[in-house]
């Protein structure tokens, strides 16, 4: 059983580098978005209606959604501006390493908490990984670097707080439900780009094609995951996913044809290093 986990977290995490390149390919990052979120957004609507018709939940629980919700709508429009600011290959493995690397920070140094010498290595590679994502360049060019990479950073940031609302948002909340909070909250924050212009009809007519996959695969991606923790130690098969870091890169480098590739494979294979290190310190 545990190869089989193995596998599904592998094709979990390729299938989320899949759909992450198709929203990057688009012409509309931000409508391409919000359509490929809007089918299983519209299923898990009726789950969610009904849980909560049938819970009774206090003002700090509904307060928890409600952060939710705000914090998803923050992550979808950064995650749009950040596709539009850098390469795939640059911005993915940072997007989906800092969460790893802030939340064992932040526990050392807000809480006391301990942190294993093998975390600490974890740390230094991450660290590394992301300075060599940055390269060196001078001026504007410095500065035309430096943008994506923030954005990124940013977009962790909101991963890893939206992660920890959730967290607390699971003791009264069934996954499903959790998860079309998430849905809701990310198109949410990209509504405002689908109405008030007619990129809708166009992002449609376009890439009619990419949106169906991309609906398959942005809800599958995790699905995939959640068969594999089923029959896994969780601890085992999570730092697993993150080798879709490295299927991002590829296809950033192989399919949308960027640049900089053996630094930008140096740099990611550096990352999942890190977070296969901190994972395995215990933390």
Not at 14 to 38: C, E, G, P, R
Not at 45 to 69: D, F, Q, R, Y
Not at 244 to 269: D, H, M, N, P
Request: glycine share 8%.
């Amino acid at each position: 059983m545990l190869v089989i986990s193995i596998i599904l977290v592998l094709c979990s995490g390729l299938a989320h580098a899949v759909w992450n390149m198709l929203a990057k390919q688009s012409t509309d990052k931000a409508v391409f978005l919000w359509v490929i979120y809007m089918p299983a957004t519209i299923l898990l609507l009726p789950t969610l209606v009904n849980e909560l018709a049938g819970a009774s939940l206090s003002l700090a629980m509904w307060l928890l959604i409600g952060a939710s919700l705000i914090m998803q709508s923050i992550y979808s429009l950064l995650l749009a501006y950040t596709y539009n600011a850098g390469d795939l290959s640059q911005v993915y493995p940072v997007m989906r390493g800092t969460p790893t690397l802030l939340i064992p920070a932040f526990g050392v140094i807000l809480f006391d908490e301990v942190l294993a010498l093998w975390g600490w290595i974890g740390l230094c590679f991450m660290l590394t990984g992301f300075v060599v994502m940055l390269g060196r360049s001078s001026g504007k060019g410095q500065q035309a670097s430096l943008k994506p990479m923030l954005l990124a950073m940013s977009v962790g940031l909101c991963i890893t707080i939206y992660t920890l609302i959730d967290k607390a948002n699971l003791q009264h909340l069934s996954p499903l439900a959790l998860l079309e909070v998430t849905n809701i909250g990310f198109v949410l924050g990209l509504t405002p780009a689908v109405v008030h212009s007619n990129r809708l009809r166009h992002v449609i007519r376009t890439h009619s094609n990419r949106i169906w996959i991309g609906a398959i695969l942005s809800p599958g991606s995790y699905l995939l995951f959640l068969f594999a923790a089923r029959n896994a130690n969780v601890s085992t098969v999570a730092p697993m996913r993150e080798v879709g870091i490295v299927f991002g890169t590829l296809l950033g480098l192989f399919v949308l044809k960027e640049s900089q590739g053996i630094r930008r494979i140096t740099a990611s294979v550096a990352v999942v290093m890190g977070i296969i290190m901190i994972a395995s310190s215990g933390h």
